[in-house]
T-cell receptor, first 113, second 111 residues
């Protein structure tokens, strides 16, 4: 149990376009999901906490208008990177909490050209 | 400020030996601590959670200790195998319920 999926696993987009990443909890319901970003050889940095039915809570320094988060159901959260730029290229990972444990998706590699 | 620190240098060991990874934290009083494994290009995979009232926890070849006085957790892999090669992350949940990660230690097990 406790499987989290992400889609797509990788995406290449042109500068100025928007990209949507989906995060799903497959066998449990998650009222709270989290979005992280990870640069090469660095640890995961929390971007925002996604709450089902309410607005996301963003970490300091993360632009809420650029990284749109929607948690429309108990099993789905989406992250949309709007007007993407090359510096947004990174590995984006979501997680969902089940009890005290957090389970992570496989990640989405975003490359902005 | 709150900090979680892991050995930043890669750990190289011979197959069959015990790997020991360290996680130190400051300015936290966590109720529990978690360890994850991350392979390149993949999301972290949950391994073990140890609570503040637990000194030690085991799962197959894995053992975690938690010393709240020293503010330290040790993660051991016994009888290590090349397939254990990965980056291992420790994480604490802060008071806001957010998981904060250490920078990870890369383990390489040579045959």
């Amino acid at each position: 149990g406790a499987v989290v999926s992400q889609h797509p696993s990788w995406v290449i987009c042109k500068s100025g376009t928007s990209v949507k990443i989906e995060c799903r909890s497959l066998d449990f319901q998650a009222t709270t999901m989290f979005w992280y970003r990870q640069f090469p050889k660095q640890s995961l940095m929390l971007m925002a906490t996604s709450n089902e039915g309410s607005k996301a809570t963003y970490e300091q320094g993360v632009e809420k208008d650029k990284f749109l988060i929607n948690h429309a159901s108990l099993t789905l959260s989406t992250l949309t990177v709007t007007s993407a730029h090359p510096e947004d290229s990174s590995f984006y990972i979501c997680s969902a909490k089940w009890g005290n444990e957090q389970y992570f998706g496989p990640g989405t590699r975003l490359t902005v050209t | 400020s709150q900090k979680i620190e892991q050995n930043s240098e890669a750990l190289n060991i011979q197959e069959g030996k015990t790997a020991t990874l360290t996680c130190n934290y400051t300015n936290y009083s966590p109720a529990y601590l978690q360890w994850y494994r991350q392979d390149p290009g993949r999301g972290p995979v949950f391994l073990l959670l140890i609570r503040e009232n637990e000194k030690e926890k085991r799962k197959e070849r894995l053992k975690v200790t938690f010393d709240t006085t020293l503010k330290q957790s040790l993660f051991h892999i016994t009888a290590s195998q090349p397939a254990d090669s990965a980056t291992y992350l420790c994480a604490l949940e802060d008071q806001g319920g957010k998981l904060i990660f250490g920078q990870g230690t890369e383990l390489s097990v040579k045959p």
